[in-house]
């Protein structure tokens, strides 16, 4: 998977994709002819997004499960499969920040941290576990762990969350460093205008906010150039430029 990435015609799998930066994500693919699995845990909502984008002209099917449920993963694995295909392109984009607002460490339930773990780290594990073998396979594949700047910076509150992708972000360096040259790389897409940031910050000006769209097209430019990246990276959106429709990189905003 050396210099860049034919996106058409690939098969892509992104979890937290019924709206925000996962949808956005599952847009932005599936617009540049990647067929897309899109999976979140509303039916509803989801099943309204994957039509959006089928409305534009892409390919894009929705899975209603919750990556955090053990005795889910193999079923989402094989359902994705049987619609696309064994995903060349995995986007562990589902997050959760766990209760709002977020507790002081002291103040968090231990059931609480296990749930916050349970969707941000060892869901995305065992997924890639069940994903990874046909990738291993064919020598090439990409895998992609949503992170956050919580990752690597401390703040009142976020303990949970940021232990999290902390850890989520290592577990693609470890991926990386036994699996090479599948791809897997950690990627921080910055502050975004979402529900989620939302809950988390209320007071928030959005005006401040990247849009999940603009994030979204800066993130397709990663997985287009990702083998230019050095595998098991962590990568920060704002760092690359958007692609034109054409799949060629534009100025950075």
């Known amino acids: 998977m050396l210099g860049c990435m034919n996106i058409r015609n690939e098969a892509v799998l992104v979890t937290g994709a019924s709206r925000g930066l996962g949808k956005e994500l599952a847009r932005a693919l599936a617009g540049r002819g990647a067929r897309v699995v899109m999976v979140a845990r509303g039916e509803d909502e989801l099943a309204r997004a994957a039509a959006e984008i089928r409305a534009e002209g892409g390919e894009a099917h929705g899975l209603a499960f919750d990556v955090g449920d053990k005795e889910a993963i193999h079923r989402l694995a094989g359902a994705a499969a049987a619609l696309v295909g064994p995903p060349s392109i995995v986007v562990h984009n589902a997050s959760t920040l766990g209760p709002v607002p977020m507790p002081l460490l002291l103040d968090t339930d231990c059931e609480d941290l296990e749930r916050v773990l349970a969707v941000n780290l060892v869901g995305p594990f065992r997924l890639t576990k069940a994903l990874a073998g046909p990738m291993v ?25 940021g232990v999290s992708k902390a ?87």
């Open 167 to 253: 850890a989520a972000d290592h577990l693609a360096r470890s991926f990386a460093a036994e699996l090479d040259p599948v791809r897997f790389f950690s990627v921080d897409p910055g502050e975004m205008d979402t529900r989620m940031h939302a809950d988390a910050i209320p007071d928030a000006d959005p005006t401040t906010l990247a849009r999940p769209a603009d994030v979204a097209e800066r993130i397709v430019t990663i997985v287009a150039r990702s083998g230019a990246s050095t595998n098991g990276a962590r990568l920060a959106a704002a760092d690359f430029p958007a692609l034109d429709a054409r799949g060629t990189g534009g100025a950075a905003a």
């Open 137 to 161: 396979l064919r020598q090439r594949g990409l895998v992609l762990f949503l992170s956050s700047d919580a990752a690597v910076s401390a703040y009142p509150g976020w303990g949970s969350y």
